[in-house]
Each structure stands twice: as structure tokens, then as C-alpha cells.
């Protein structure tokens, strides 16, 4: 009750790379023109946001100190001017901060851009909707705003299982398409349970898959979320006026196979506008389509059945570099 009296909440802060968390009081934002302060009920743990932490993310700096956490689910106590989208009492979810010098979500309140925002899904508890808003994000922008994703489609998704991969699996059998997923074979129920067809990328070759599952046609849209060797992959593994998508598409790269197949290549960079503020409303917008997929059954989280309090938040962390988790790790900030 003595932070509502006094105006502060409590929060982790990081004040060098790879330091860890130190919990403590800082002042409680307020609610700017077009924001909303929300009171954070559970925040979503990324890789990115383990990157971010070591200082090894050049994409997505955060001045120090700072207050991490990309990903938050919670409940709106007041908005600002101008925003006529939410009321205090609303239960929210998105992708609003831990980058760019953005406050992020391992912290009791933020106040956050309305147009980052969208109302939770009613069937999801906070812990889940808190683990879909990046990798829901960085899914819908590479198979339906890069690729124009179609019913009848043929699409592999790279790395299915994953957290990017396990939502653009659920994402692209929503739109119709059929899927396929690439995954190391003790993912293969998992990959299955989520609706694609597995596929394990160490004991086949990408032209021994391409024959198997497509005839040697290839694949008409190939989401890679992987990088590196994975995207030279999947130029092979698209078929001729295909299209590759990939979130991770950073490196150097030969673009012969994907140009002799007259194929097109898109990048996607979900945090783009947190860092210029440009296309926030979008961001939104795909959370909005999102949550009716999440309520009609065709989208849901897979999360890590272990709990972390803001306390834990770097055994969280810990979870994510050690690879034992199994599913989406998130911290509970509030009941």
C-alpha cells in the first residue's frame, strides 16, 4: 500500500551489461499524451531480452540503467489525453518497451503507448497472454504483412517448435495454409500437436525433404526464424516464385539459389517502430486480429510450466540461456 501512497513502484534495474538485476524503488510513471498506465500483472522473457542484457543486441540498444522487459500483460489504472481506445479497468497486452530507452515490463507499473496495445484475449491468463505479443509480432508481419499468406499455400516454417515458430505454425493453419515444420527430432510431438507435419532437419538434407513432402516442387512460402545456415536453406527449400521470410536474416548471404528460382526475400524487424515510432498503430492492430484467433482456439501460447516472481527474474534469464526451457518463460509481477 506504501507504493500507491507514495508514488513509486518496485522495479529491477540493470545498471551495467551482464550485472545482475537489482531490485528497488523507483518513481511510478504517469500516463503521457496518447498512453496508458498499465499495472503489470506478468512480463514475457525473451532471448532478445538476454541479448539486450549482455549488451550483445546492436539492433536494439537500451541506454543503462534501465528497466528491461519487452513483452507485458497487465491491467490499464489510467489514461492519458487522447486516448479514447481503453479505460482504466482494461486488461491489455503488447510489445511496449525494454528497448530504445522504453521502460520495459519487469517493473510494477508502465506507461505505454495506447496505439502498442490491445485488449487481452478473454480465454488467456495474464502469464499467457504475456508470453504471445513479440513472437506473435514477429510471425503475423513475415507470413501475412511480407508474404500475403494464402489458403492452399504450402509453408515451412524453420525451427517450429520455437517461440517465433510455434505461433507462425498456429498463424499460417489459421489462414488455411498447410504446414510443415523443420525441428530436432525430440520436438517432433510437439511440432505435430501445433498441427504441421515435422521435419528433422538433422538426418534429411533440404533437397531429400523438398522431394519427400513436395514432389521436389518446394515450398511456396518458407519462414525461417534461425538465421545463418537455416535462411541459405530455405532459399533451396522455396519453390520457384516463392517467397522466404526471415527474422534473423543478418547475415551474408548468397542469393543465387533464391534468384535462380526468380523467389522474393523479406526481412522482418518486429521492433522497429519502438525505435523510430513509426507503425505503433500496426503493432496493435496485429495484436487485435491475434486475440481473435487466441479466442476462436487457433492460437495459443506454450509456456514453461516454471514460476518466476520479479525476485527470480534472473533465474528466468538463466532458463533461457541454458536452454532448459520448454515453452515461453514469464515472471509474475502481480496476482
Request: hydrophobic residues 45%.
Amino acid at each position: 500500500m506504501s507504493h500507491e501512497l507514495n508514488n513509486s513502484m518496485r522495479a529491477l534495474v540493470l545498471d551495467a551489461y551482464d550485472a545482475p538485476f537489482r531490485l528497488t524503488d523507483v518513481p511510478r510513471p504517469a500516463a503521457g499524451p496518447g498512453q496508458v498506465l498499465v499495472r503489470i500483472a506478468a512480463s514475457g522473457v525473451n532471448p532478445l531480452d538476454t541479448k539486450i542484457r549482455a549488451g550483445a543486441a546492436a539492433h536494439a540498444k537500451h541506454p543503462l540503467p534501465a528497466i528491461l522487459g519487452i513483452d507485458l500483460a497487465g491491467e490499464v489504472v489510467a489514461v492519458g489525453s487522447g486516448v479514447t481506445s481503453f479505460k482504466a479497468g482494461d486488461q491489455v497486452y503488447g510489445m511496449t518497451g525494454g528497448v530504445g530507452g522504453r521502460q520495459g515490463s519487469l517493473a510494477e507499473y508502465a506507461a505505454v503507448e495506447a496505439d502498442l496495445l490491445a485488449h487481452k484475449p478473454a480465454n488467456l491468463t495474464m502469464r499467457e497472454a504475456a508470453a504471445l505479443p513479440l513472437i506473435t509480432i514477429t510471425a503475423w508481419e513475415g507470413l501475412v504483412d511480407r508474404a500475403g499468406i494464402r489458403a492452399g499455400q504450402t509453408v515451412l516454417v524453420q525451427g517450429g517448435a520455437g517461440g517465433v515458430g510455434h505461433v507462425a505454425v498456429q498463424v499460417a493453419r489459421a489462414f488455411g495454409a498447410a504446414v510443415w515444420a523443420t525441428d530436432s527430432a525430440d520436438k517432433k510431438t510437439t511440432v505435430e500437436q501445433l498441427g504441421a507435419t515435422a521435419i528433422d532437419y538433422r538426418a534429411e538434407t533440404v533437397e531429400a525433404y523438398v522431394a519427400r513432402h513436395t514432389q521436389g516442387r518446394g515450398f511456396d512460402l518458407v519462414y525461417d526464424t534461425a538465421g545463418g545456415p537455416v535462411l541459405d536453406a530455405s532459399f533451396q527449400a522455396v519453390r520457384r516464385f516463392g517467397h522466404v521470410v526471415s527474422c534473423l536474416g543478418w547475415g551474408t548471404h548468397a542469393l543465387s539459389p533464391l534468384s535462380f528460382r526468380a523467389a522474393t526475400y523479406s526481412g522482418v524487424f518486429t521492433l522497429l517502430p519502438m525505435l523510430t515510432g513509426e507503425g505503433m498503430r500496426h503493432h496493435g492492430d496485429i495484436l487485435r486480429q491475434a486475440a481473435s484467433l487466441v479466442e476462436a482456439g487457433k492460437l495459443l501460447p506454450r509456456l514453461d510450466p516454471r514460476r518466476f516472481s520479479l525476485e527470480q527474474a534472473d533465474e528466468a534469464h538463466v532458463a533461457i540461456k541454458d536452454g532448459s526451457a520448454i515453452g515461453k518463460i514469464v515472471v509474475d509481477i502481480a496476482a
